[in-house]
Nanobody, 127 residues
């Protein structure tokens, strides 16, 4: 059974940094892409970033490009989202997700394309 467990959320001032972690278990993820999404109050869940477990290629939403970095540690089966220069508009619940990709190089940004989800972690950025 696949489990994704996020951690690392919290309260931070604008301009600060946080690192989110997503511990993955239950299968081998070498043919998966791991993604981060977020959902602010009253808004739809939106794509933030994704990484191919094999090879490590990455893809970002324009709103976070240059500020956020997604990475993975194969030994720990963990995906990270380093968030720098945080803004109040980054406030949201952040979710980790996994999607089976096989050998496809294409990144998907719709939540419907992802197979497994974590429970989310709250990030609050104060102004």
């Amino acid at each position: 059974q696949v489990q994704l467990v996020e951690s690392g959320g919290g309260l931070v001032q604008a301009g600060g940094s946080l690192r989110l972690s997503c511990a993955a278990s239950g299968r081998t993820f070498s043919s998966y892409a791991m993604g981060w999404f977020r959902q602010a109050p009253g808004k739809e869940r939106e794509f933030v970033a994704a990484i191919k477990w094999s090879g490590g290629s990455t893809y970002y939403a324009d709103s976070v490009k240059g500020r956020f970095t997604i990475s993975r540690d194969g030994a720990k089966n963990t995906v990270y989202l380093q968030m720098n220069k945080l803004k109040p508009e980054d406030t949201a619940v952040y979710y980790c997700a996994a999607r089976y990709t096989g050998s496809s190089p294409i990144f998907r940004t719709r939540q419907a394309d992802y197979d497994y989800w974590g429970q989310g972690t709250q990030v609050t950025v104060s102004s």
